[in-house]
């Protein structure tokens, strides 16, 4: 088991309906030696692909996103969510739904801000249906640059983010993937990595 | 000058109606060498108090407290914003009006997260009206924490917050004080610290 798995495991609670509340230490209250250590695990696993910008959605995948642009020593950028927002000259936007919020987003990014130069590492805390990551990609192509892979913190197995990135030929590394989790006996099984 | 009062001046475009657009490297493009000098000045300036935890509110604010969490080796929390959220066993909230979106939010932290031993620091990327600061001061207070003081990387001094704070007494450190701009010469007049 790795670092993450063992602090979800220590520190997670899971709640009926299928949630994992790992606030204490990931999004809400941040653990900065967890932060840390995602950080440098994504890097690792990757060393062998070219990164000069890191991208991201807010909120809580900011986090994340500096301490890898600190790593990188590049830039990072982090897409905005609203609800009306068009594309225009001076923005890339794409759609997301949200499943927490019931509506779907608009995600977007200032156009000076990626460019066809642009190798991008997205990155987020959460990875479940993909909806989020599959617009920050749209918008990585709409400035015509190249995603490098897609690095997340927990990925939720039991849902098709993962999958469909997967099968679409992305470069996709989740530290811990949760393959099945019970809030009756708070026990989770991980994927094997 | 100091390095942010050079890139503001260098980088930023100053907008009809008192507005300064700096997201090409604070808060949608992050220039990550600019970030990490915003984390250490923080720290050097508030070298003599004691901070046991970052706070700050999502979502521009999230990679400065990172940085310094980073940098204390503490805990960071980004309070949350929601136009709904009531205070329960479960959270502490405060309410900050948004001169952005034009209404109120409520601002609030989770209980387990905020406690009467936490001595915080308050951070954020702008000062303006000083809603934000007062509602996460609020919510310190709620927790019977102690605020070891508010660090912010661009006040802007013409509007109100930065006086009351300093007024009621809180150590505010800004590293960057606009005190005059003008859109038609764009120029920038910063207050000498």
Redesign the interface.
């Known amino acids: 088991m790795n670092f993450l798995e063992e602090k979800i495991l220590s520190d997670g609670i899971i709640k009926q309906g299928n949630i994992l509340k790992i ?2 230490f990931l999004n ?6 967890i ?2 250590q995602i950080a440098q695990e994504l890097k690792r696993r990757f060393s062998d692909v070219e990164v000069n910008k890191v991208l991201t959605i ?3 995948g ?2 994340i ?3 890898l ?2 790593l990188y ?6 897409a ?1 969510k609203s609800e009306t927002a068009n594309s225009t000259d001076d923005k890339y936007v794409s759609q997301a739904y949200s499943f927490t919020h019931k509506h779907m987003n608009s995600v977007f ?2 156009r ?2 990626l460019s066809s130069s642009d190798r991008v590492l997205i990155v987020d805390d959460f990875l479940a249906d993909g909806q989020a990551a599959h617009a920050l990609i749209d918008i990585v192509h709409q400035a015509g640059g190249k995603v490098s892979g897609i690095g997340i913190a927990v990925e939720k197995g039991q849902q098709q983010g993962g999958k469909l990135l997967r099968e679409e030929g992305y470069r996709l590394e989740s530290i811990a993937i949760i393959e099945e989790m019970d809030w009756q006996s708070q026990t989770i099984r991980f994927r094997q990595q």
Chains 1, 2 share one sequence.
């Open positions: 606030d204490n809400h209250q941040i653990d900065i030696n932060m840390r807010e909120a809580s900011i986090a996103a500096t301490m642009g600190n020593d590049v830039p990072v950028v982090f905005k990014v200032s000076p801000y």
